[in-house]
C-alpha cells in the first residue's frame, strides 16, 4: 500500500528540520568559546611536556658524557622552533661565545620541536603582565620568556644541577605557562598561569 505525504505534511516536516539545525547551530556557537579554549591549552600543555622531555634528555645527557651541557633553542622566520644540545669544550661551562666560536660543539643535530610553531611559541600573551612566579607580589618583566641568566642556555652539570631558570609559552591570546628548572636537582616542573585569579598554579 502507497502512502502519499500531503504538502501540509512536507511543510512541517521541513519547519522541523530547520528548527532542529537552528537548535544544533546554537549549541555549537555556545560550545566553541570553552572548545577553543581547551584546544588552547591542550596545545600548551604538549609544547611544555615537549620542552620538559628536552630539558630532561640535556640532564642525562651532562651526567652520561660526564661535562657540562646546555640547551639552546632558536625560533625562524616563520616560528618553526629548534633545539640543539652543546657539550662544554674548555671546561668553563657551555657559553655563547664558546658556541659561536665552535668550542662548545653540539651533540647532535639541530631537532625540531613538533608542537611549538603552530600558533604556540616563546612569548607573553597581551595585556598585564603576570605575577613573577620566584616573586608573585611582583609583576613579570615581560621582555625576555628564555630567561637562564643572561645567557637563555639551559645549563645542566656533570651531577645533573642546573641553571635556574624558566621558559614562557603562549598560545598569543590569553593562556600562558611556565616550565621550570630548579638549580640544586635540576627539577623541571609546569606552572600556568590564572589571569582570573592572577596566581601560578601546579
Do not use: C
Not at 42 to 61: H, N, Q, Y
Not at 114 to 121: C, E, F, I, W
Amino acid at each position: 500500500m502507497t502512502s502519499h505525504m500531503t504538502s501540509h505534511e512536507k511543510g512541517f516536516q521541513l519547519a522541523e528540520l530547520i528548527v532542529s539545525l537552528a537548535v544544533l547551530v546554537l549549541i555549537l556557537l555556545l560550545g566553541a568559546p570553552s572548545l577553543v579554549q581547551a584546544t588552547s591549552d591542550m596545545r600548551l600543555r604538549l609544547a611544555a611536556d615537549e620542552l620538559v622531555g628536552v630539558l630532561r634528555l640535556a640532564r642525562a645527557s651532562a651526567v652520561r658524557l660526564d661535562a657540562n651541557v646546555a640547551v639552546k633553542f632558536r625560533t625562524a622566520k616563520d616560528g618553526t622552533v629548534t633545539f640543539t644540545l652543546y657539550r662544554d669544550g674548555d671546561g668553563d661551562g657551555v657559553l655563547n661565545k664558546d658556541i659561536d666560536a665552535g668550542i662548545d660543539r653540539p651533540i647532535e643535530p639541530p631537532r625540531r620541536l613538533a608542537n611549538l610553531g603552530r600558533g604556540v611559541g616563546f612569548g607573553f600573551p597581551p595585556g598585564p603582565a603576570p605575577a613573577d612566579p620566584s616573586s608573585p607580589g611582583h609583576p613579570l618583566n615581560v621582555s625576555d620568556p628564555i630567561r637562564f641568566n643572561s645567557s637563555d642556555l639551559a645549563s645542566f652539570s656533570a651531577l645533573g644541577t642546573s641553571t635556574p631558570g624558566s621558559l614562557y609559552l603562549t598560545d598569543g591570546v590569553g593562556r600562558l605557562v611556565a616550565v621550570r628548572v630548579a638549580n640544586r636537582v635540576g627539577k623541571v616542573r609546569i606552572l600556568t598561569w590564572v589571569p582570573e585569579r592572577r596566581i601560578w598554579r601546579d
